[in-house]
């Protein structure tokens, strides 16, 4: 391997770094959106049954509220509701409310997939600027010059740049794209759990005004 990066000349050190940054978004993008991470074990179970209780009027602190934006990453969009409730707010009001933490919780689910994104676009880019450094190398030899036949080394040389940092540009941007595309699609899912656990939350603590949220409403839109 190290003599691969050898052959590949210099260019190939952007390349590496970029793969190096692409892959931990992937493990740590691929981790976060986990179902069981954003939805752990009895949390939801924990929040609607808060819900009963402020529904049925019982005493709850707002020390036990933080706690429960606590279980998960995205525990404080389901708090969010219960403390509009728990202060007496409207409808109205709470909506307004659960789109600010929605957006909060949307930009988490989304984080660095931009930047992976960049990456699968950029890769390619920087493996064609290896092919054209490997080609000047080529035609900038000093037997390319004065019209001799060169040195046999040289033009290895340069073919192996050229070639080499084509392949690992593609080699980075192929995966990159489809990982960022399964991380898209993952991203997208949990939103559309959230939203769905969200309008049930706000059934259950207000019945009468159950028609002021939608799925559009939660996400912002």
């Known amino acids: 391997m190290y003599s691969i990066l050898l052959s590949a000349g210099w260019p190939i050190w952007p ?33 609607f049954g808060a819900a009963d209780a402020i529904s049925q009027q019982k ?18 969009l389901f708090a969010c509701v219960l ?16 789109q600010a933490s929605a957006q909060a919780t949307w930009l988490k689910l989304d984080r660095y997939l931009g930047a992976l994104a ?13 092919t054209v450094v490997g080609m000047i190398e080529i035609f900038g030899s000093q037997g390319a010059i004065n019209g001799g ?3 046999p080394q040289q033009l290895a040389h340069g073919i192996s740049v050229a070639l080499y940092n084509t392949a690992f540009g593609l080699l980075i941007a192929i995966p990159a794209l ?5 991380l898209r699609a993952m991203a997208n899912q949990r939103q559309l759990e959230c939203e769905e656990f969200t309008r049930q939350l706000f059934k259950k603590l207000y019945p009468n005004n159950a028609n002021n949220i939608n799925t559009n409403s939660v996400a912002g839109k």
């Not at 403390?83 to 659960?98: H, Q």
């Not at 960049?118 to 290896?130: D, H, R, S, Y």
């Not at 489809?178 to 399964?182: D, E, L, N, P």
């Open 178 to 182: 489809a990982a960022w595309r399964g």
């Open 15 to 47: 390349l590496l770094i970029i793969s190096i940054i692409g892959l931990a978004i992937i493990l740590e993008r691929a981790w976060y959106l986990r179902q069981i991470h954003l939805f752990p074990k009895d949390s939801l179970e924990s929040i």
């Open 118 to 130: 960049t990456i699968a676009t950029v890769a390619p880019l920087l493996g064609l600027f290896g």
């Open 149 to 151: 036949a060169g040195s």
């Open 83 to 98: 403390r509009e409730k728990l202060a007496g707010n409207c409808a109205d009001d709470a909506v307004e409310e659960l």
């Open 59 to 76: 005493t709850i602190s707002n020390n036990e509220i933080a706690a429960l934006s606590q279980l998960s990453p995205i525990g404080s």
